[in-house]
């Protein structure tokens, strides 16, 4: 027979047990809480820089801190001393030439030269850069360097752009090892003040150009593109093209590049940097994401075929040389101005041609 004491310590354990329930029930509810607090996950969305990929991140809130900065860190633009006429139009042009019709296209040509280099501006300007029309394309030539700390050089440059406006100067060095400064340079001031349908070209101040054979060159290209459908103008290597080439590891080489800075044993397919052709519109791209990417020394290949790998663009779209003749290097004793004279001739005979040199 149940006793009332028996009762008793029943309804008692019972009352030990939901105090112990209630006990652990509160405990769980505080860590879920402590935990929801400490960690969150953020889902980054694609953008063009990380090439479409979603990245999933864990933080750590903290009162008054704002959210970890997840985004890649953009090379700061470059600044400019000096630029060149938005407008691209000197008297001549406009006179002469009557720059103001319409063309079927138009190229401006970005050369590499160094702040002294006057005379082999100089020399440019009255040979294959004094082109201004050839049949219906628009040619245009824009001198790009670096800062020189000395003040002489500095007022002769600015009486050559008062003279000339082609003059492009950004706040930088201008030694031969930082050349992909002036490449970079060209690129951007290319992207922000040129129509996204113009041709863009990169040059060194040491090679003359066969503008009909360059050309005829554009004129293919844009045919290749059209056949194989693709979706942008490929790259012309007007001067020539590295297709596997490897890199240089011999001490002494003035193209020696060490495994720490390029670990692979051949170099993506690629332009040689004397001269090559594009899109305005592709150099644009190419320059956004190159602000995301680790500098190379070799800006030809850097941009042609690294930063192009990391767009995206297949090798297949790299075009070689389709003239022989198209530019040609200048051998130490060479004459620019001789070259010229020869070349000239037969681009006034074939051609409808406007100089201003």
């Given at each position: 027979?149940t006793?009332k004491?028996?009762?008793?310590?029943?309804?008692l354990v019972?009352l030990?047990?939901?105090?112990?329930?209630?006990?652990?029930g509160f405990?769980?509810?505080?860590?879920c809480?402590?935990?929801?607090?400490?960690?969150?996950?953020?889902?980054?969305q694609?953008?063009n820089?990380?090439?479409?990929r979603t990245?999933?991140?864990?933080?750590?809130s903290?009162?008054?801190?704002?959210e970890?900065?997840?985004?890649?860190?953009?090379?700061?633009?470059?600044r400019f001393?000096?630029?060149?006429k938005?407008?691209l139009?000197?008297?001549?042009?406009?006179?002469k030439?009557?720059?103001?019709?319409?063309f079927?296209?138009?190229?401006?040509?970005?050369?590499k030269?160094?702040?002294?280099h006057?005379?082999?501006?100089e020399?440019?300007?009255?040979?294959?850069?004094?082109?201004r029309?050839?049949?219906?394309?628009?040619?245009r030539?824009i001198?790009?360097?670096g800062?020189n700390?000395?003040?002489?050089?500095?007022?002769?440059?600015?009486n050559e752009?008062?003279?000339?406006?082609?003059i492009?100067?950004?706040d930088?060095?201008?030694?031969?090892?930082?050349i992909?400064?002036?490449?970079?340079?060209?690129?951007?001031?290319?992207?922000?003040?040129?129509?996204s349908?113009?041709f863009?070209?990169?040059?060194?101040d040491?090679v003359i150009?066969?503008?009909?054979?360059?050309?005829?060159?554009?004129?293919?290209?844009h045919?290749k593109?059209?056949?194989?459908?693709w979706?942008?103008?490929?790259?012309?290597c007007?001067?020539?093209?590295?297709?596997?080439d490897k890199p240089?590891?011999e001490?002494?080489?003035?193209?020696?590049?060490?495994?720490?800075e390029?670990?692979?044993?051949?170099?993506p397919?690629?332009?040689f940097?004397g001269?090559?052709s594009?899109?305005?519109?592709?150099?644009?791209?190419?320059?956004?994401?190159?602000?995301?990417?680790?500098?190379?020394?070799f800006?030809?290949?850097w941009?042609?075929?690294?930063?192009?790998q990391h767009?995206?663009m297949?090798?297949?779209?790299?075009?070689p040389?389709?003239?022989?003749?198209t530019?040609?290097?200048l051998?130490?004793?060479?004459?620019m101005?001789?070259?010229?004279?020869?070349?000239?001739?037969?681009?006034?005979?074939?051609?409808?041609?406007?100089?201003?040199?």
């Amino acid at each position: 027979m149940t006793t009332k004491e028996d009762i008793i310590q029943v309804a008692l354990v019972l009352l030990i047990i939901q105090c112990l329930l209630a006990m652990y029930g509160f405990i769980y509810y505080q860590e879920c809480v402590k935990m929801k607090k400490i960690s969150r996950i953020v889902v980054l969305q694609p953008t063009n820089i990380t090439r479409q990929r979603t990245q999933t991140y864990v933080t750590t809130s903290r009162p008054n801190k704002t959210e970890v900065d997840l985004k890649p860190r953009l090379r700061e633009k470059i600044r400019f001393l000096i630029e060149p006429k938005k407008d691209l139009n000197d008297t001549c042009s406009l006179d002469k030439c009557n720059s103001t019709n319409g063309f079927r296209w138009s190229m401006v040509t970005f050369v590499k030269s160094k702040s002294d280099h006057f005379a082999q501006r100089e020399t440019l300007r009255r040979t294959w850069a004094s082109v201004r029309i050839i049949n219906n394309a628009q040619f245009r030539t824009i001198f790009v360097v670096g800062t020189n700390p000395s003040t002489q050089n500095t007022n002769a440059l600015k009486n050559e752009q008062k003279q000339y406006g082609d003059i492009l100067q950004y706040d930088g060095p201008d030694d031969y090892k930082n050349i992909m400064l002036k490449t970079l340079a060209g690129m951007q001031w290319a992207s922000d003040n040129l129509p996204s349908n113009f041709f863009y070209s990169s040059a060194d101040d040491d090679v003359i150009v066969n503008l009909s054979a360059l050309q005829r060159q554009i004129v293919a290209a844009h045919a290749k593109m059209n056949k194989d459908g693709w979706s942008e103008f490929p790259l012309v290597c007007a001067y020539n093209i590295m297709p596997h080439d490897k890199p240089h590891r011999e001490r002494g080489s003035k193209w020696l590049i060490d495994k720490n800075e390029y670990p692979w044993h051949v170099w993506p397919p690629s332009c040689f940097g004397g001269f090559y052709s594009t899109r305005v519109s592709l150099i644009a791209r190419f320059y956004e994401e190159s602000r995301a990417l680790p500098l190379l020394r070799f800006d030809d290949v850097w941009i042609t075929g690294i930063v192009r790998q990391h767009v995206g663009m297949p090798s297949d779209m790299v075009l070689p040389p389709g003239d022989a003749n198209t530019v040609h290097h200048l051998e130490k004793n060479e004459n620019m101005t001789l070259l010229w004279e020869k070349m000239l001739p037969q681009l006034e005979t074939q051609h409808n041609i406007c100089l201003c040199a």
